[in-house]
């Protein structure tokens, strides 16, 4: 019994030691975590109050933490790393340069810093490329051609992708209005405690570079300001294209690598010369029955023919860049085949480019905007040579361009205005005016998303007639639907919040005849099916998609103003039947 006594006692000792060790290291990495945001802070002339501020904060944190588990060495790992972004970001919100005019006589950043020559041999004269002018913290100015990454966007049709920081138009809803979804704790199928809590109202933020007139980073922010003057706000810290930094082609200075923190402003514009760079990827991608035509985006990111394709072939480690490939083909599950040019024959596997954790390929077919063909429903691509022509049903202008000029430039890209058109409701209700969209999309540049077959459409609403929430037309469990274009829904998925009839753990309601609710006000069939909706486009197509995205359960519903000065109505999207937008748009509101 003595032994097990020090043997504990010896146990416990170790443990007190430990814990010794972590709030040691704990307090030595705050010292270190104030250290360099000191350097950082008086390196760029910032007020000694805001290292103040930042000390005491992450003290609290860190502390907090340390008390309440023991992983504060863990923490603070990651907790370095934020203070240093917040010191630099602080830092550089006071005595940015101006970036309207640039300064030629600035020198600038030597080679270690990322200027670098290039060589344009193979390159060709496309207005289609992004283009704009870069102000950085050292005072220096670049203007040139653009791509985010290494080889990420690059185009201007390519969409900037963030997180906004709030909702400004949750203020237009009454308390009362607000959206809710149903929580509850069962058991054995009987509702032991539910609750109802008001739905995160926060959006994802995208929208094309040929809609955007300037990025600004603020600190923990972003200011992104489209061409119709409206500004939107973004969480910095949430997602953002930005975060991954840029490269700028110097019309003077050649190639310069810019990391996201030395980003002063960009300001988009059309070139005033012609601007060169790799031809820009085209052809057309084949997904079942399924055609697209158009700019394309290998695995949501190579979009250039000089871009590379890596994969694991007999030959061992294999890198193509898309300038020879003629062909890719879906040959399994984790690879592809390839058709090179001159017409020799590749199998590939073993990266995320060419297997299971592809994440699609996007296609800007002028019909719908833009597409997203899942890995499951790709089946082949076949890429067009420079300039030549594309899909003639898809009517997209492009293809009567110049030879090598494939791609919108930024003057192709209407400015956004404000939606309008009138909202139907399931209750017979017709209401006229502005419109928002699922509480978030106002303008005619931003997208209504929605899946069908495996393949996401992103549309921006210019494109849109009209939405239909439909009770015909279905989609089936065995994949066979009233109308082509849509493929099998999970039944087990489609639910609504109880409205009196008995209620599931879930919140779905079972009816007498079998068939299950949800909030949207479609229905799970007892057979399976799931009633689509259909989306009518400005040049007389339809489109019929399933209940999920902008037009699922998600939505949170629209808002009507039949007077800009007046109030909104609001109609949840459970009682939202049809809308028809309308094609005569007037300004954007901002």
Not at 26 to 47: D, K, N, Q, Y
Not at 74 to 99: E, Y
Not at 338 to 360: F, P, Q
Request: hydrophobic letters at 35%; proline letters at 6%.
């Amino acid at each position: 019994m003595l032994e097990l006594v020090s043997i504990v006692a010896r146990g416990a000792l170790v443990l007190t030691s430990m814990l010794d060790l972590v709030s040691i290291v704990a307090r030595g990495a705050l010292v270190l975590t104030s250290t360099l945001e000191l350097v950082s802070i008086v390196a760029r002339g910032a007020l000694v109050s805001n290292l103040v501020e930042l000390c005491i904060v992450k003290f609290i944190a860190v502390m907090d933490s340390y008390e309440r588990s023991g992983w504060a060495v863990l923490r603070l790992s990651g907790l370095m790393c934020v203070a240093l972004a917040s010191a630099c970001a602080d830092a550089r919100d006071t005595g940015a340069p101006n970036a309207d005019t640039p300064n030629a006589d600035t020198p600038s950043r030597d080679a270690a810093e990322g200027v670098r020559a290039e060589d344009h041999t193979g390159d060709v004269t496309d207005p289609g490329f992004i283009y704009g002018r870069v102000a950085t913290d050292d005072g220096s100015v670049f203007e040139g051609r653009i791509r985010w990454g290494t080889d990420e966007e690059a185009l201007w049709t390519h969409y900037f992708n963030g997180a906004k920081s709030d909702n400004p138009w949750v203020a237009a809803l009454r308390e009362e209005e607000r959206p809710t979804e149903r929580r509850a704790v069962g058991l054995l199928g009987v509702e032991v405690v539910g609750w109802d809590r008001e739905v995160d109202l926060a959006r994802p933020f995208m929208v094309r570079f040929g809609d955007l007139a300037r990025i600004e980073p603020r600190g923990r922010a972003l200011d992104v300001t489209l061409r119709s003057g409206t500004t939107v706000h973004l969480d910095r810290f949430g997602a953002d294209d930005l975060a991954d930094g840029l490269q700028v082609w110097d019309t003077e200075r050649g190639r310069v690598e810019l990391d996201e923190w030395s980003v002063v402003s960009i300001d988009f514009m059309s070139p005033a010369a012609a601007v060169q760079g790799p031809p820009p990827l085209r052809g057309t991608v084949r997904a079942g029955s399924s055609t697209f035509t158009g700019l394309i985006q290998w695995n949501r990111q190579q979009s250039l023919r000089d871009d590379e394709l890596r994969g694991e072939s007999d030959a061992g480690e294999t890198t193509f860049t898309f300038a020879e490939i003629r062909s890719i083909e879906r040959s399994g599950p984790e690879a592809v085949r390839i058709t090179t040019v001159a017409g020799e024959l590749s199998e590939l596997s073993g990266t995320r480019s060419t297997g299971l954790d592809h994440r699609g390929v996007y296609v800007d077919d002028a019909r719908f905007g833009r597409v997203l063909v899942s890995w499951q429903a790709f089946d082949r691509v076949d890429f067009a040579d420079r300039g030549e022509a594309g899909n003639p049903d898809a009517a997209d202008r492009t293809s009567a361009r110049p030879t090598g000029v494939v791609a919108p430039a930024y003057h192709d890209f209407e400015v956004g205005h404000a939606l309008a058109g009138t909202v139907a409701t399931r209750h017979g209700e017709v209401l006229r005016g502005r419109l928002v969209f699922d509480l978030d999309e106002s303008e005619t540049t931003e997208t209504l998303d929605a899946p069908a077959g495996g393949i996401d459409y992103t549309i921006p609403f210019a494109l849109v007639r009209s939405i239909t929430r439909m009770n015909g037309s279905t989609t089936r469990p065995d994949g066979s639907t009233a109308r082509p274009g849509a493929s099998t829904t999970r039944p087990d998925g489609l639910t609504t919040r109880p409205d009196g009839s008995t209620a599931r753990p879930d919140g779905s309601i079972k009816r007498p005849d079998g068939s299950t609710a949800r909030p949207d006000g479609s229905t799970t069939r007892p057979d399976g099916s799931t009633p689509l909706v259909r989306i009518e486009l400005a040049d007389g197509r339809t489109l019929d998609v399933e209940p999920e995205g902008d037009v699922g359960p998600d939505n949170a519903g629209v808002l009507v103003f039949a007077d800009d000065d007046g109030p909104a109505t609001y109609v949840p999207w459970a009682d939202v039947g049809r809308i028809e937008f309308s094609l005569d748009r007037d300004p954007a509101p901002h």
